[in-house]
């Protein structure tokens, strides 16, 4: 008895590790096949970076249900299946999924990618060339803007557009006798760099914070996103148009001018590097660089503090006008084995129904024309300053492979001119930093 | 005789005020140590305004007093909204299993590297402080890949078999059972028992203490991970049960735009209970039985 | 993948073999006997090593071999079939990287100074708790749950909290008390000669309590008849702590300041959820995940993996000589 328990347990801890080096041999992974269900409809799998019970997921949910219930899908056998992988923190988890994913053959029909990625995923062989795809007609019911080219062809599509702008305190504007000077303002007419200073020295007295630009959320891509365009405006600029230099664009007069402004209106108290992120929501701060995600925000928790008393304005302008666009978007994978029903469920997904329907959860614009006419924003409404914006100033990030070093830089200059005053010297620094990290692509 | 009495009221004077310094003392560190998670607690009742209105007075550290009715708010927007007990039930599971296992796996490698002698154990030895000291954060992609090419991927089997083996802990169980005496073993020895025997009889019950912290932090490190069962594990599809962990659920929450601060905190009163009540069983094991030597590297 | 892993393994098990047959061999021509194996003793021994051997070998040891083996290629995320060996490349790199006072050298020197502050620090803490909770006090149990508190709460979490406590603008904890005061707002965590302090600072908050209870053991196992004895010789409390607590948890200090090392030098998410990747807070092990994972050039990332695994690793071995008891 004892021996046979002896036995036994040897040979179990022995087992263990055979089955470990026996299952080594075993299969890999190889799905080049098209998956099929039980009723020989072909499996299309979807990967999003949300959670199933956000908002935004449970859009998806809604438009993938109605997708596999409908005749499209009867018609040529298609099912839909998503994967949530949300990540509390940036992009980066998600990514690295998605790469191990790719390394093991095993990348969904369809992903979700944020904008700036589209260059190395296109010119890494991770999203497929979707231009002869997805129908004319579709395309060029997009904003020109909004699609994701990387070399003259289409590799992803907007779910909907995250296009920012100066949110405003009527309230306060209205008792510093200013309201008047901003009400009317559209994206054709928008203020100038100066204006926009005059005011914030006006409003200083006004209220505990003139603007609030998000200084602080320069650790993660939000600042960049938020700020890029106040450099361009001013005649900046960052990277050359093949994306690969740096010294010359990121560190040239006007570039270091436009982030020295920046560091001068914190000293001049017009914004803070300390300022509180809900500051403006409750009705402190006279305005707030956002993006379109604050409008459910103070909807649906700030009505209170703010009521309908509030507004959007468009980005300032300078020797040029630009406003922050480019979303995530949903793109094919080059290991994607049924091209024709993915294309079919692509279209779906960002079809106009579609985008109106996420739209109506985020709160955000659509980033198609057909989408924006059904929702029928009334002028003067943030919705439809953002939209108006987006239409005529939009400019997206600079296209490179190598986004996140540069977007890296971008923050760190940000980040400097929190300590230090000097903007060129920091630009300097981190012009030096980036043009080595752009180099290594080039060996 | 009286200055005998004299000395023995001072010595009892003396004796209190040593006291009593040792318990303020003891107090304020206190304070220091647990003033976060004591602001966690109070916070997690608040509403946003509330919250934002107690920021800067004492009141910030009270729970909502004032208004009972929204006192639990938070936790039931937390814990009705999603199916929450499924992922909990989920991490408990994993957590059971990954626990049993891994005492039993790195409690026997550290017997054997503690008592045996061996050819190649110097080898052993090496590999085991070489594991130790490589930083492992990059090691992600490459574990993805074999835990696919071993055919496990996508099931509980690519959370679970990863987290059993674990070098801190082996090296943790040598040091400890290097310091129980021979005696033990050889007596046991001339009693006719194997050595699965020993170290079921004797080693494990005098390592309670040792066993007690591994399973607590086995249990933890478990409980807190979610990078790696999201990556391996299929996402919850409607209608049957989820297979996500209780972090993956939480992060969700803590994901999803318009979330207030209180509901945060609410959440992460809600994960990290579960770890505290597990230590609180634990603790009176791991400090209870060490009169064996203490420990001996 | 399939092919490499198992020749990885074979060459493992190849070198695991040849050091079996040195130590016999070496046994078996010593003049002096001083080890005797035995066939049964050894399988024996090799049989309760297997499962926790080829979960390591699996699970661990692949995966981090995988990883230093791209420290001499060009590997980058994104194009892992163009994977070429460069050599010393990447090593080159770091070095011009140093000289330039670049990131690199910034991680160094942030990593040391939180080695050397949070070693002491964290350790000196947890030994004056656990002194203070071995009192023979009623009521110290529920003192050593309370400060044991922070370790069970995982490191996320206390990151966060830390952050709403010390963040910047009125909206922080700390800086709301300030305001009371009439102090203006300080953003400690960007406070490039401050931040790495309170990174330091939190980290032996959150992780003192684990060694406390380590000493603690420790303290149980010394034998109470030696204070006694110190005591009839006079000796004061200061006195006993020298010549019978220090003594008496050598090897638990051996333990304790080996493994704190180890774990201080890996720093990564602290500063990663605390303050991003500043200049002044960026560690080693934060670079390296930046390197790899947000830039995506694995071959770099996993050059300063294995320089670090070199350095930590030789000063490890000179901590645990320094350390060694005499017998």
Not at chain 1, 114 to 124: E, G, Q
Not at chain 1, 382 to 391: A, G, K, R, S, T
Not at chain 2, 33 to 43: N, Q
Not at chain 3, 54 to 71: D, E, N, Q
Request: with cysteine.
């Amino acid at each position: 008895m004892k021996k046979a328990k002896k036995v036994f347990q040897v040979t179990a801890a022995a087992a263990l590790a055979m089955v470990m080096s026996v299952s080594l041999f075993g299969c890999s992974g190889d799905n080049n096949e098209p998956a099929v269900d039980e009723d020989g409809n072909t499996i299309v799998q979807v990967m999003v970076h949300v959670a199933q019970q956000s908002a935004e997921g449970m859009a998806y949910n809604r438009i993938t249900d109605s997708f596999n219930a409908s005749d499209t899908a009867k018609e040529n056998k298609i099912r839909v299946r998503v994967k949530y992988s949300p990540r509390s923190n940036s992009a980066t988890g998600y990514e690295t999924e998605l790469i191990a994913m790719m390394n093991q053959g095993t990348l969904p029909d369809i992903i979700t990618f944020d904008a700036p990625n589209t260059w190395s995923y296109a010119s890494s062989g991770i999203l497929e060339d979707i231009t002869d795809l997805i129908s004319q007609e579709t395309q060029n019911d997009f904003f020109e803007i909004s699609k994701n080219t990387y070399e003259g062809k289409l590799y992803g599509l907007p779910i909907q557009e995250s296009s920012a702008g100066i949110y405003y305190n009527k309230k306060i504007f209205r008792e510093a006798g200013l309201l008047n000077r901003v009400e009317n303002m559209t994206a054709d007419n928008a203020w100038t760099i100066a204006e926009f200073e005059s005011i914030c020295a006006e409003l200083k007295d006004d209220c505990e914070l003139p603007i609030d630009l998000q200084l602080y959320m320069a650790n993660d891509e939000t600042a960049t996103y938020l700020l890029y365009p106040f450099i361009l405006a001013q005649g900046g600029s960052f990277l050359s148009e093949d994306g690969m230099t740096a010294t010359g664009y990121l560190d040239s007069a006007a570039t270091i001018a436009a982030f020295q402004k920046i560091r001068n209106w914190a000293d001049s108290g017009y914004t803070s590097y300390d300022a509180s992120d809900v500051g403006f929501y409750t009705g402190q701060y006279a305005m707030y660089l956002s993006s379109g995600w604050s409008i459910p925000e103070i909807r649906n928790q700030y009505t209170q503090q703010l009521g309908e008393d509030w507004g959007i304005l468009p980005y300032p302008k300078g020797t040029r006008a630009a406003s922050a666009t480019g979303s995530w978007s949903f793109g094919m994978t080059t290991q994607c084995a049924s091209r024709e029903e993915t294309a079919i469920v692509l279209e779906w997904l960002v079809s106009t129904d579609s985008s109106v329907s996420i739209t109506d959860a985020t709160g955000m614009i659509p980033a198609r024309k057909s989408a924006i006419e059904q929702k029928n924003y009334t002028a003067g409404s943030p919705e439809y300053l953002l939209y108006d914006q987006l239409n005529k100033t939009g400019t997206v990030r600079p296209g490179t492979i190598a986004y996140p070093e540069f977007s890296s830089a971008f923050r760190g200059i940000v980040n400097g001119l929190r300590n230090d005053s000097n903007a060129s010297s920091i630009v300097s620094t981190q012009t030096t930093t980036l043009q080595n990290n752009l180099d290594r692509y080039e060996r | 005789m009286e200055s005998a009495q004299k000395l023995h009221v001072v010595r009892k004077a003396k004796k209190i005020t040593s006291r009593t310094i040792t318990y303020i003392g003891a107090t304020v560190i206190v304070v220091l140590f647990i003033f976060p998670l004591v602001w966690m607690l109070a916070t997690s009742t608040k509403t946003e305004m509330q919250y934002a209105n107690d920021l800067g007075s004492f009141a910030t550290f009270l729970p909502n007093f004032s208004d009972l009715s929204t006192f639990f708010d938070n936790y039931a927007s937390v814990l009705t909204e999603y199916d929450i007990w499924k992922y909990a039930l989920n991490s408990f599971g994993y957590a059971a299993v990954v626990v049993v296992c891994n005492i039993i796996v790195n409690a026997l490698a550290g017997y054997v590297m503690a008592k045996f002698t061996f050819p190649g154990k110097g080898f052993v030895s090496f590999l085991i402080m070489f594991l130790l000291v490589v930083p492992v954060e990059t090691t992600i992609i490459p574990l993805y890949s074999i835990v696919h090419n071993l055919g496990i991927s996508g099931t509980v089997l690519a959370v679970i078999l990863p987290a059993i083996v674990s070098v801190f802990n082996i090296f943790l169980f040598q040091q400890f059972f290097t310091s129980i005496p021979k005696e033990y073993i050889e007596a046991a020895q001339l009693d006719g028992a194997n050595q699965l025997k020993i170290f079921r009889i004797i080693m494990l019950p005098l390592s309670a203490p040792i066993v007690a912290t591994v399973a607590t932090f086995a249990f933890i490190g478990v409980w807190n991970d979610y990078i790696w069962p999201t990556m391996v594990l299929p996402s919850p599809q409607p209608g049957e049960w989820p297979l996500y962990p209780i972090q993956a659920a939480l992060t969700t929450i803590q994901s999803i735009e318009g979330v207030t601060t209180g509901e945060v905190m609410a959440s992460l009163v809600v994960t990290s209970i579960p770890i505290f009540l597990v230590y609180v069983f634990a603790q009176k094991y791991i400090v209870a039985g060490i009169g064996v030597g203490g420990l001996k590297l | 993948m399939v092919l490499i892993s198992m020749i990885i393994i074979g060459v493992f098990v190849l070198l695991l073999g040849a050091f079996i047959l040195k130590d016999v061999l070496v046994a078996k021509r010593a003049k002096v006997k001083t080890v005797h194996y035995t066939v049964r003793g050894t399988v024996g021994a090799y049989l309760m090593l297997l499962p926790a051997l080829a979960l390591l070998c699996i699970f661990v040891l692949l995966p981090i071999v995988y990883s230093l083996g791209y420290a001499f290629t060009d590997y980058y995320l994104l194009r892992p079939d163009e994977v070429q060996f460069i050599g010393f490349g990447n090593f080159a790199d770091i070095f011009e990287d140093i000289a330039a006072r670049g990131n690199v050298y910034n991680a160094i020197m942030n990593t040391l100074k939180f080695v050397v502050f949070v070693v002491p620090l964290q350790i000196g803490m947890a030994l004056g708790l656990a002194l203070l909770v071995n009192q023979t006090i009623r009521g110290m149990g529920v003192y050593k749950v309370l400060y044991f508190a922070p370790v069970v709460i995982s490191l996320t979490v206390t990151s966060f909290l830390w952050v709403r406590i010390l963040g910047g603008g009125e909206t922080g904890l700390l800086n709301s008390f300030l305001a009371q005061l009439g102090i203006s707002p300080v953003s400690f965590l960007y406070d490039p000669q401050g931040a790495m302090y309170w990174i330091i600072f939190v980290s032996a908050w959150q992780g003192c309590g684990y060694q406390m209870l380590i000493f603690l053991s420790g303290l149980k196992g010394i034998d109470k008849t030696l204070y006694e004895a110190a005591e009839l010789d006079g000796a004061g409390k200061g006195k006993q702590f020298l010549a019978v607590t220090l003594p008496g948890l050598r090897s638990v200090l051996t333990f304790v300041i080996v493994t704190v090392f180890i774990g201080a030098c890996k720093i990564m998410v602290q500063p990663m959820l605390m303050t991003g990747d500043q200049s002044f807070t960026i560690t080693l092990n934060y670079l390296m995940y930046i390197e790899g994972y947000t830039y995506r050039w694995v071959g770099y990332s996993s050059a300063i993996a294995l320089m670090m695994t070199v350095v930590i690793g030789a000063i490890t071995c000179v901590q645990r000589y320094l350390l060694r008891e005499d017998d």
